[in-house]
């Protein structure tokens, strides 16, 4: 008896060393994809309001856009760009964290609840303080209010439906998780496309959304790795 509960407490012992080395790993991995964002973004922020340097290249891409894209374009890019509007995103956000909810996964709707609402306060607080204002190279019929940087559009692609697409991926295999993969990167980049095509953002302004979005759900990646190895290390020393 005394021999095998202290086989019993030496794997307990060597199980939990190798799940906290790879916590560790993972909140070493979440801080330096989080340190890495925040480097790029401060460099886009810097090129795009202290030195200007990208004003040629968005407008060049703008242009080609408008010039090489043919007249049926028009009503899809209404509806991916109606796709990424706080209307629609927050009912579906809604409605796919009851969905986790009623299904047991409270930990993905928690998470996917606080991608989608984080990332608006976000891309609202840095629209408020960069104020960039829209581009007017072409009519396109379509107009859009408040500032410019960062799009909140691609932010809320990347951290709604991105997200979305990655919990529901984690818990398929083979085939169907890749497609469900895939389906989400193409929503966010048509949606990101959109507002290039009906002119109302820059192409910085699509990358910075971008780059916003996977700061915040890092972030909060780190927080629930570091809750998780909390309430661990609270079970255990019970």
Known sequence: MLRREFLRR?????????????????????LVLS???????????DEVFVEE?????????????????????????LFA??????????????LATYAFYRAGF???????????AGGLVLTTVLKSVFQRTRPELFDSGY???????????ATVAVGFYGTLALLVAWRLKGFWRWTVVSVGIALVLLIGFS??????HYPTDIIAGYLAAPLWVSTIGICYF???ALHGSRKASR
Request: proline share 4%; charged share 15%; no cysteine.
């Open 10 to 30: 030496e794997i307990s012992g060597r199980l939990s060393r190798r799940l906290g080395f790879a916590l560790t790993v993972q909140l070493a991995a979440g």
């Open 35 to 45: 340190l890495g964002i925040i480097v790029l973004f401060a460099q886009i922020v």
């Open 53 to 77: 340097e990208t004003r040629r290249f968005d407008e060049a891409v703008l242009l080609w856009i408008h010039d090489h894209s043919p007249d049926w374009f028009y009503g899809p890019m």
């Open 81 to 94: 760009t109606a796709l990424g509007y706080y209307w629609v995103v927050l009912p579906l956000s809604g």
């Open 106 to 116: 409270k930990v993905s709707a928690t998470l996917l609840l606080t991608s989608v």
């Open 143 to 153: 107009t859009a209010s408040f500032y410019s940087f960062p799009s909140a559009h």
């Open 195 to 200: 507002r290039l095509y009906l002119g109302v």
């Open 226 to 228: 570091l809750w998780r």
